[in-house]
């Protein structure tokens, strides 16, 4: 028996508070394995891990208050069936109350017996207060940080700290725009085709796609996504799903053909593969990654897309290493490891998981990899930083700190490439993102030359 869409959304929920996995690849594993009975309920399933996801600080807030005992001791599964439960309830208004109240007391008789009393209850009480219940919710006049933090589902030390950065309005339009779902979307691979000629191949398949504003090599799918990955095109390799913000960092870079170029923390090679299409495939990328899976994983991409000039290290990129390579590289790429903030929409888990102290803790891994990296490039060369995150410690500052210890670099502020990049450069030199005001996900780079 196929488990419902409901069900599979509490297992996948209770792994990724059980593991710290990533929504996106487990949900994509338990599509693939499991035939759901139609395209209503692979919808519903993504609606209800996301969504779940997205507003679990607000659903909390409301089960808090129908709960008499203490939350915080409650079983996570009981919590997350509560969850799905009361996210269908307040936000996707098609499932009937009496269904979602029966299947989330039936799943909690079949995994927590005795603990069916207690759902029950309580999603009766919410369904019977209504979509409009009568808990007041915190005054966005009064107390603007805690009427964001429960209303918009922010961690409260999060929203504090952006309400200092840039104020209570942006900071409510910033996390309004986090819970929205993003687009799909592409970046062509140009070493296979064109932006034109994969936009009318989608549309022959049956795909509505529109060009990008920013970045020339991306599309952005109007519609469902569900067959783009076995579409003949996806089939084919002639393109891979990439923010469009993200489509951006290897155009920064501006690599040209014959260099060499270095990629610092590559991961699975979603912009080392841009580098070399960037690149026509001709010249060195050397991608660099402390794990080993990461590193398999971009040279399968690299094989699908017709890639041949990578080559793959598995290193320590914030340690000392690759001494005979010091002063080779023309243009080095530290796509860093980050907290993570700017890609909300697309990773809400990351908000419940990251810890005040975590960005501070980041920056110090930064630094050490910015250190090897200016080690490494050679003179005249350029050296591109890139996070998705939107806190100063990890961007700004830490750039001012580098600049203090390096005084042989300076910022760049032309990006030497797509002319629409460009007027997403401050006049600090900085390139930013944001998803309230792009529409795109949150990144920061500084483009800087070593003199």
Known sequence: MIPSPRSLAVDLLDRIDRTGAFAEP?????????????????????????????????????IERLYKGKFASMQDGIKNILRTALYQFLFLERIPDFALVNEAVELTRNRYPGREHLV???????????????????DMGKNPEEHISVVCSHPLWLVRRWSRMYGPERTLSLCRANNQVPPVTLRVNTLKSSRPLLKALLEEEGFSVTESHFSPDGLQLNGPSDDLRSSSAGRQGLF?????????????????????????CCGVGVKTTHLAALMKNGGRVLAVDLYPGKLDALNRLAAKMGITMVET????????????????FDRVLVDAP?????????????????????????????????????????????????????LPEENELLI?????????????????????????????????TAPDTSGMDGFFAAILVKH
Not at 26 to 43: E, S
Not at 347 to 352: V, Y
Request: hydrophobic share 35%; proline share 5%.
């Open 313 to 328: 290290l598995q290193a320590d990129a914030s340690t000392k290493w690759g001494e005979l390579l010091q002063g080779t």
């Open 338 to 390: 980050c907290s993570g903030l700017g890609t909300l929409r697309r990773n809400p888990e990351i908000k419940w998981r990251l810890k005040p102290q975590d960005p501070s803790s980041h920056g110090r891994l930064q630094a050490g990899i910015m250190d090897r990296a200016a080690a490494l490039l050679r003179r005249g060369g350029r050296l591109v930083y890139s996070t998705c995150t939107i």
């Open 240 to 264: 891979l799903l990439q923010d469009e913000a993200s489509q951006l960092i290897a155009r920064l870079v501006s690599p040209e053909p014959g260099e060499e170029i270095l990629d610092l």
């Open 400 to 432: 001012g700190n580098f600049l203090s210890r390096h005084g042989e670099f300076s910022i760049r502020s032309s990006p030497g490439a797509s002319p629409e990049a460009s007027t997403l450069i401050g006049e600090d030199g900085f390139f930013r």
């Open 26 to 62: 487990l949900l994509d594993a338990c599509l693939r394995r499991h035939a759901l009975a139609n395209a209503a309920d692979r919808h519903l399933l993504t609606s209800l891990v996301y969504g779940t996801l997205r507003m679990r600080g607000h659903l909390d807030w409301i």
């Open 120 to 138: 029950n209850a309580l999603l009766r009480n919410a369904v019977r207060r209504g979509r409009n219940h009568d808990f007041p919710y915190p």
